[in-house]
C-alpha cells in the first residue's frame, strides 16, 4: 500500500512540475508578445527539461526559467527570425507556383513541401540541441537539419507520435494542451533527440 502511495505522490509531483512549467512557457510567450517571447521561452522550458532528465529533479523552476530566458533573450530571437523568414518566403514562393497551372510549377511547389519538411526537422531538433551545446548562432541551424537527416527513423518517429498524439488530443481534450502541450512535448523531444549526442560531442 505504501508503495502505491508512493507512486502517486511522484506521479502528482511529476503532473505538477510539467503543468507549471508548461503555464510558464505560455506566459513568457505573451510577455514576449508571442514572435519576441516563443523562442526564448521555448528555450528555457527545454533547458529546464534536459536538467530533469539529467537527474536534477529539485532545480528551482520559475528562477531557472527566468535566468534562461533572460539569457537567450536575443541569442533565440535571433535565430527565429531568419526562421520565420525563411518560413514566410517559403509561404509566399508555395502560393505563388500553386496559382500557376503548367506541370513545371507544380513540380516546383512539390519542392518547396521538402523545404517545409526540411524546416520541421530543423526545428524539432533545433531546441534539445541549443540547451546542450554551446554554439553561434547560425551553427544552430546548421546542426540540427544535419542530425536529424542522419538520423530519419528517430526523426519520422518523434514528428508522427507528436502530430498524431498532439492531433488526438486536440479533437478529445483540448485544454490539456493548454497545461501540458508543451512541456511533455519538450519532454518527448529531449528524451528521443539527445539519444543521438554521444556521436556528435567532438564534432560539435
Same mark, same amino acid.
Request: hydrophobic share 60%; net charge positive; aromatic share 22%.
Given at each position: 500500500?505504501?508503495?502505491?502511495?508512493?507512486?502517486?505522490?511522484?506521479?502528482? +509531483?511529476?503532473?505538477?512540475? &510539467? =503543468?507549471? %512549467?508548461? #503555464?510558464?512557457?505560455?506566459?513568457?510567450?505573451?510577455?514576449?508578445? @508571442?514572435?519576441?517571447?516563443?523562442?526564448?521561452?521555448?528555450?528555457?522550458?527545454?533547458?529546464?527539461?534536459?536538467?530533469?532528465?539529467?537527474?536534477?529533479?529539485?532545480?528551482?523552476?520559475?528562477?531557472?526559467?527566468?535566468?534562461?530566458?533572460?539569457?537567450?533573450?536575443?541569442?533565440?530571437?535571433?535565430?527565429?527570425?531568419?526562421?520565420?523568414?525563411?518560413?514566410?518566403?517559403?509561404?509566399?514562393?508555395?502560393?505563388?507556383?500553386?496559382?500557376?497551372?503548367?506541370?513545371?510549377?507544380?513540380?516546383?511547389?512539390?519542392?518547396?513541401? +521538402?523545404?517545409?519538411?526540411? &524546416? =520541421?526537422? %530543423?526545428? #524539432?531538433?533545433?531546441?534539445?540541441?541549443?540547451?546542450?551545446?554551446? @554554439?553561434?548562432?547560425?551553427?544552430?541551424?546548421?546542426?540540427?537539419?544535419?542530425?536529424?537527416?542522419?538520423?530519419?527513423?528517430?526523426?519520422?518517429?518523434?514528428?508522427?507520435?507528436?502530430?498524431?498524439?498532439?492531433?488526438?488530443?486536440?479533437?478529445?481534450?483540448?485544454?490539456?494542451?493548454?497545461?501540458?502541450?508543451?512541456?511533455?512535448?519538450?519532454?518527448?523531444?529531449?528524451?528521443?533527440?539527445?539519444?543521438?549526442?554521444?556521436?556528435?560531442?567532438?564534432?560539435?
Amino acid at each position: 500500500m505504501a508503495e502505491v502511495a508512493r507512486g502517486y505522490y511522484i506521479f502528482a +509531483i511529476w503532473i505538477t512540475r &510539467l =503543468a507549471y %512549467l508548461n #503555464i510558464l512557457w505560455v506566459l513568457f510567450t505573451i510577455a514576449g508578445l @508571442l514572435f519576441f517571447g516563443i523562442m526564448p521561452a521555448t528555450v528555457a522550458m527545454f533547458a529546464i527539461v534536459r536538467k530533469w532528465q539529467r537527474g536534477e529533479d529539485e532545480v528551482p523552476i520559475f528562477t531557472t526559467f527566468w535566468g534562461v530566458y533572460r539569457k537567450e533573450f536575443w541569442k533565440a530571437n535571433s535565430i527565429g527570425i531568419i526562421l520565420f523568414l525563411l518560413g514566410y518566403f517559403f509561404s509566399i514562393q508555395f502560393q505563388i507556383l500553386g496559382a500557376q497551372s503548367a506541370l513545371v510549377y507544380q513540380m516546383a511547389q512539390f519542392s518547396i513541401v +521538402i523545404v517545409f519538411a526540411l &524546416l =520541421a526537422m %530543423l526545428v #524539432i531538433y533545433l531546441f534539445p540541441i541549443y540547451v546542450h551545446f554551446d @554554439l553561434k548562432a547560425m551553427q544552430y541551424l546548421k546542426w540540427p537539419l544535419i542530425v536529424s537527416i542522419v538520423h530519419p527513423i528517430l526523426t519520422v518517429f518523434l514528428l508522427a507520435c507528436i502530430g498524431l498524439a498532439g492531433y488526438f488530443i486536440f479533437q478529445v481534450f483540448p485544454a490539456v494542451l493548454f497545461f501540458f502541450g508543451g512541456s511533455l512535448s519538450a519532454y518527448f523531444i529531449t528524451w528521443g533527440v539527445s539519444k543521438t549526442f554521444s556521436k556528435y560531442e567532438a564534432a560539435i
